[in-house]
């Protein structure tokens, strides 16, 4: 199937563009009263993750609502500790849930990394295939995962939490252990970023969330390390990494053999341009509560921010997802501000 929107590639390998490309993470889901119509048809968030007609129908929202010029398949990361053995669930009010953790070596056999992501995540798949069928070409299709370290995280703790503090520990507790969990989440992740580009992904995205919880040193050990396996293996489309949090981290980041590096609002994109050169994408960064202000706010914020830009190489974000409550107008003021931008 001929693309007939390729911008975001072409802007992820660094070829000619003639505008920026900009889609949202956390784009298909959250804002959208039709998503919100969708999901109360169902029994839950799982329902809609796990039967691909819903789950290509609200990928594909966001797209026909907002105008982006990416989908991105509607799943989550915790599908991949469910596949490996620890069943999620997503609290109406609290989000995730496990039952289980992992915090000794007991835990292990909750973490197997050999499973087969056909028969385990063969709704994610399903779902990919569907929405490329679909979206007709009408713009490429984001697969993604999470990344070892966040996915780590919600496997140690089994929630949320502002601090992990149970994952921090471990690394000090047992370093081996986590070693070990990490190592065989990413055998994992690699298989399944492989078995969604093998469904039809035109790029894939690694999100790591809690990058930013973790010192400089720390990082490299038990985040970049297990990043540098992904992005060494991931060969066939371009990829992005997003470290949300780790901006001492970025240049470390933008060695490894990923065509982007997402940035959060907390980085600087002309000091990490200038740090890194003309090798990389980079993908943001508007602060997603800028989306509160008003509609010329917007536009002046967004417009400040592409000013900013001294190369082809961006793809245009916010610096993490869309909040729940951003007015979808305010969204549209910013994909239109974009997309009549004129590049220098
Ligand atoms: O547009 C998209 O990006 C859709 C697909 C998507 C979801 N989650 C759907 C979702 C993606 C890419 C994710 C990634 C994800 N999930 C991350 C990494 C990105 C980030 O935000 O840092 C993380 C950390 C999770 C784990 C997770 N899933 C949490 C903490 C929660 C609860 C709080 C929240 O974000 O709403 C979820 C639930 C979830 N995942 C929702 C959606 C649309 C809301 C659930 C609902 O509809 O009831």
């Not at 007939?4 to 563009?17: Q, T």
């Not at 915090?103 to 056909?118: C, F, K, M, Q, S």
């Not at 239109?336 to 590049?343: G, N």
Request: charged share 25%; aromatic share 8%.
């Amino acid at each position: 199937m001929e693309l007939k929107n390729d911008l975001i590639l072409r802007a992820a390998r660094g070829e000619n563009i003639e505008r920026y490309p900009v889609w949202l993470m956390r784009q298909a889901g959250r804002i959208l009263p039709e998503y919100r119509a969708v999901r109360a048809k169902l029994s839950g968030f799982k329902e809609l993750v796990e039967t691909p007609e819903f789950a290509a129908e609200v990928t594909i929202q966001p797209v026909d609502l907002l105008g982006v010029d990416a989908a991105i398949i509607f799943s989550d990361i915790l599908v991949v500790p469910e596949a490996m053995g620890l069943e999620y669930q997503m609290l109406e009010k609290s989000g995730p849930w496990f039952e289980k953790t992992i915090r000794n070596r007991e835990g292990l056999i909750y973490a197997d990394a050999n499973i087969d992501v056909l028969d385990r995540l063969g709704y994610v798949l399903d779902a990919i295939k569907l929405t490329k069928k679909e979206l007709n070409g009408r713009v490429p299709l984001i697969g993604f995962a999470g990344a070892p370290w966040t996915i780590f995280c919600y496997m140690v703790e089994g929630r949320g939490s502002k601090t992990f503090s149970e994952s921090r520990k471990l690394l000090y507790t047992d370093p081996e252990l986590a070693h070990e969990l990490l190592g065989r989440i990413t055998q994992v992740t690699i298989s399944y970023l492989k078995a969604q580009i093998e469904a039809g992904a035109d790029m894939v995205q690694v999100f790591d969330s809690w990058a930013g919880i973790l010192g400089t040193e720390q990082y490299a050990e038990f985040g970049l390390k297990y990043m540098a396996m992904i992005t060494d293996a991931i060969t066939e489309v371009p990829i992005t990494i997003f470290s949300k949090g780790a901006i001492t981290s970025v240049p470390a980041l933008a060695r490894l053999n990923c065509n982007t590096v997402g940035l959060d609002w907390n980085m600087d994109v002309s000091e990490i341009r200038n740090i890194i050169g003309e090798t990389r994408t980079l993908q943001g960064n508007l602060d997603p509560c800028a989306l509160y202000s008003t509609h010329s706010e917007v536009e002046k914020r967004t417009i400040k921010m592409l000013d900013s830009f001294t190369s082809k190489r961006h793809i245009v974000n916010l610096g993490h997802g869309v909040y729940p409550d951003i007015d979808p107008e305010k969204v549209k003021t910013f994909i239109k501000t974009v997309k009549d931008y004129e590049m220098r």
